[in-house]
């Protein structure tokens, strides 16, 4: 059974522009989570989609969004990247909403410059 | 707001010296505590869920332990590949909160 896609794995981008991440959950899964991950924050909850609707969001600007197909598939953008923008972005997937057993991705890392 | 603490930061163990990881928290509502192991460039695996207090699970080396503000894992007899950081997580109203993790590094 495939495990939880992310794309790109890395990406370098400069103040301002725009960003897209891609994720694909484990066949099945339903509820889609994102995180960013930083040495000094550590795991923050970004947002989770289920049944292509965001059912919770965490405490991050409005230029983090995210959406989910009916496929499962997800994708968060990041608009007007700023330095602190630099993270590990983390996708998780799982069978059902609000779970507390994730299967994650490998992550995007994104360097903003 | 849920809070998770992890102690210690990190942890440097001799191969097959017994060690414990703490984890702290406050959440309105606890709905699961989970254990997860992150390796260097990965994402999180799931370890453990412990629903309520007394309640223990077990793998391989590893033991999870749940009191009503604190868990515990304890690492019975290391070894090198046991190296990673662990995180600790609680699941409250609407989301999963994570604690900073512990690194542990394990040496033959």
């Known amino acids: 059974k495939a495990g939880v896609t992310q794309t790109p794995r890395y990406l370098i981008k400069t103040r301002g522009q725009q960003v897209t991440l891609s994720c694909s959950p484990i066949?099945?899964?339903?509820?889609v989570s994102w995180y960013q991950q930083t040495p000094g924050q550590g795991l923050q909850f970004l947002f989770e989609?289920?049944?292509?609707?965001?059912?919770n969001k965490g405490n991050f600007p409005g230029r983090f969004s995210g959406r989910q197909f009916s496929n499962s598939r997800s994708e968060m953008n990041v608009s007007t990247l700023e330095l602190g923008d630099s993270a590990l972005y983390l996708c998780a997937s799982s069978p059902g909403l609000r779970a507390g057993e994730l299967f994650f991705g490998e992550g995007s890392r994104l360097t903003v410059l | 707001e849920d809070q998770v603490t992890q102690s210690p930061e990190a942890l440097r163990l001799q191969e097959g010296e017994s060690s414990s990881l703490n984890c702290s928290y406050t959440v309105s509502g606890l709905r699961g505590l989970f254990w997860y192991r992150q390796d260097p460039g990965k994402g999180p695996e799931f370890l453990f869920t412990?629903?309520?207090a007394g309640e223990e699970k077990e793998k391989e080396r590893l033991k999870a332990t749940l009191t009503k503000k604190e868990s515990f894992l304890h690492i019975t007899a290391p070894k090198p590949e046991d190296s990673a950081t662990y995180l600790c997580a609680v699941r409250g109203d609407y989301k999963l909160s994570f604690g900073a993790g512990t690194t542990v590094t394990v040496r033959a």
């Open positions: 412990l629903y309520s």
């Open positions: 989609y289920f049944s292509e609707t965001q059912r």
């Open positions: 066949s099945g899964h339903r509820s």
